[in-house]
């Protein structure tokens, strides 16, 4: 059982660091670990971010596969680490004479450029984005109303969906945004190989359109998607953790 964090288990907020899962997702989370052989989130967050909000009993996969954490131990893909200064460089040059308005997120291994309060600045925000990944060396991705820079090891969460179902009969991911497409392409390679495998897609405002598309089941918003994931317990998602 996998989920992406943002949109999902926890609704879209201005700042970033404001995100909170909905109440009593952590306790729904543990229980879920314990009902299945694979309990994952896995998002473009720092693991340090959601270590503070997630049940350590929960396999975190952040930065979109960049790092994991598990039982309080964090590690980081091996090639990943000798990026952080560049990304160091990259992001105090983006707060300095970057767009002006653009909200620049560090994030360690990755560093996220935010035109979310600032919707018009999305050209400026994307050849900024573009430049920088040109003179430095780092990849682009496109995410909610941000641009993200990382390095540029082979990973992302299609990668890490296959890693977490090896030698599972079943692999089950809830996402809302561009980003987990590529864990929706894991699970088709998954369904050829005769995993079952189904794609869950959550609506919000930035949902993207090609992930509506390919879902087997969508639900409204991180309330319904906590429902759902509640009702894989039988149980009520109000209803205190038994």
């Known amino acids: 059982m996998l989920t992406d964090f943002d949109g999902v288990l926890s609704p879209i907020v201005e700042a970033a660091d404001a995100a909170r899962p ?9 229980e879920l670990e314990a009902r299945f052989k694979v309990m994952a989130v896995v998002s473009g967050r720092p693991v340090a971010y959601l270590d503070r909000l997630l049940p350590a009993t929960v396999l975190i996969s952040g930065l979109y596969g960049l790092e994991e954490s598990h039982h309080g131990t964090r590690t980081e893909r091996g090639t990943a680490s000798v990026w952080r200064e560049v990304i ?9 004479v970057g767009p002006a308005g653009m ?6 291994l990755s560093l996220t450029l ?18 920088q990944a040109a003179r430095s060396g780092l990849g682009m991705r496109s995410a909610k109303m941000s641009i993200e820079l990382h390095p540029p090891v082979g990973v992302d969460k299609g990668t890490v969906v296959e890693g977490l179902a090896a030698g599972l009969d079943a692999v089950c991911y809830v996402g809302d945004d561009v980003g987990d497409l590529p864990a929706f392409d894991a699970l088709d390679r998954l369904a050829g190989a005769g995993v079952h495998s189904v794609r869950v897609g959550v609506r919000g405002a930035d949902v993207a359109p090609g992930l509506v598309a390919r879902a ?5 918003g991180p309330t319904e998607a906590v429902a759902f994931l509640a009702s894989l317990l039988d149980r009520d998602p109000s209803e205190p953790s038994r």
Do not use: I, Q, Y
Request: charged letters at 30%.
């Open 114 to 131: 935010h035109f979310r309060a600032h919707p018009d600045l999305a050209p400026a925000v994307a050849e900024w984005a573009r430049l």
């Open 22 to 30: 909905l109440p009593g997702v952590p306790e729904l989370l543990d």
């Open 88 to 96: 160091d460089d990259v992001a105090t040059a983006s707060e300095s």
């Open 103 to 108: 909200d620049v997120e560090r994030k360690g």
């Open 216 to 220: 087997d089941l969508m639900v409204d």
